[in-house]
């Protein structure tokens, strides 16, 4: 066992002002997340009430087990956009019936639940995530289609993905609340399992016709687009009918208990997990405000790993790379953390061979990524070649991939064995850059902005959710689910 040892002073002028900006883009972050949480606005969501409807949060808030987290997938996208932020829906992982599930849920309040193309690709990243990590779907539906100006959105993606869900045999429930159109409305006949609330729950697949009224003088007025009207009641066809939108997320409760659902990946190791022995909230100065400054991987360890406890792999070898095993609320994870520099010869061959032994003893990997500014002799000596044998590593590995993105350059822009391209199972970041400059815009490269004080609770949440699938080789070396 190797105990860290990083105390740092919090009294030192570099770590007031990193602290200090790390604080400054929080605020400027809490400020979004409040603008997606109030939806459509104050006049939208109390004639939402006055209607007898849940807001969205509201229905995922029923839907999920009491005092259980839920832990929200990329909440501010759209941020900095022409679309509301939030992208009119909620994504995120929670729990239903001691069962991990999926959960997306339109927001009827701004622009009756439209669709955008950021809409699509969030929805279409939480169908992504319940299906790598065999996560149950709850899809709770109330949507008018397609938002203007941008058009009609590529929503049949939004179909073909659940369809995939079904083929994978991942189940999936939906409960539709009110008016649904356009492409949305085929999500409950794809869906395991549909529940409609009576009198309320209305499905318009065809496409709005034209009609034509006259006006004050007789002549003909401008073609209008008019949806069809459906008669209050009917409701399609429905596995089950709910009298109200409470007993629509009882029933889809209800349905979640009946799947008889079981994780297939190992347990956590050590129950109950060991806190760090260092204060979370020295990581709000762990990523300064200045992308030149250093970053200290070990520090950050510390703080999230169970009892501060990490084995270090090859620390003589390579000056950019510090790679090693450690526990995550009892989860076995390995470290790979990237100093900012570019990889030495003798950091790709640490990492490579890293990555191998990770996948021979089936351990998630944890990626650490902190991009500074590389000086000019350290552009000079990069040799593209030498990351070539780390990216087919990276390829061809199968075990979980997490990343965690700590500063220096944006998720959006970050590349290579860290980003999107390379599909990690979760990817987060830490606010970055200067506030009102270069605090991530919601792009969605990522899937949500965190307070660094939050890491290891949500790393944990994605370690759990991640063991719902199976780990490829946890079979052949004794690591099994009691």
Known sequence: MTVLDTAIDPRT??????RSAMLERLTELETALEAARAGGGEKSVTRHHARGKLLPRERVEMLLDQDSPFLELSP???WGSEFPIGASVVTGIGVVEGVECVVIANDPTVEGGAVNPYTVEKIR???RIASVNRLPLVNLVESTGAAAPAGPPPGGAIARDLSQLTADRVPTVC????ATTGDAAYLPALSDYTIMVRGHAKMLTIHPQPVRSATANGRPAP???SAPTVPAGVTGPADQLAEDERD???LARQCVRRFNWR???PAPRSFPPEPPKYDAEDLLAMAGADPSSTFE???VLARILDGSDFDEFKPAQGTALVTGWGELHGYPVGVLANLGAPFSPADTQKAVHFIQLANATATTLLFVQYTGMPSAEQHEAADVRHGAPLVHAVAKSTVPHLTLMIGGTPAEEAGGIYGRAYEPRFLFSWPVGPAGDSVPRGKLPDDGIIDPRDTRTVLGLCLSAVHSATVEGAEHIGVFRP
Not at 13 to 18: I, Q, T
Not at 175 to 178: E, K, N, Y
């Open 125 to 127: 990243r939480a169908a």
């Open 13 to 18: 002028p570099a770590y007031l002002a990193s």
């Open 297 to 299: 991987p070990r520090e």
């Open 248 to 250: 629509g997320l009882r």
């Open 175 to 178: 409960v539709v609340f009110g």
């Open 263 to 265: 994780k297939r990946g």
């Open 76 to 78: 501010v996208a759209a």
């Open 223 to 225: 073609e209008v687009r």
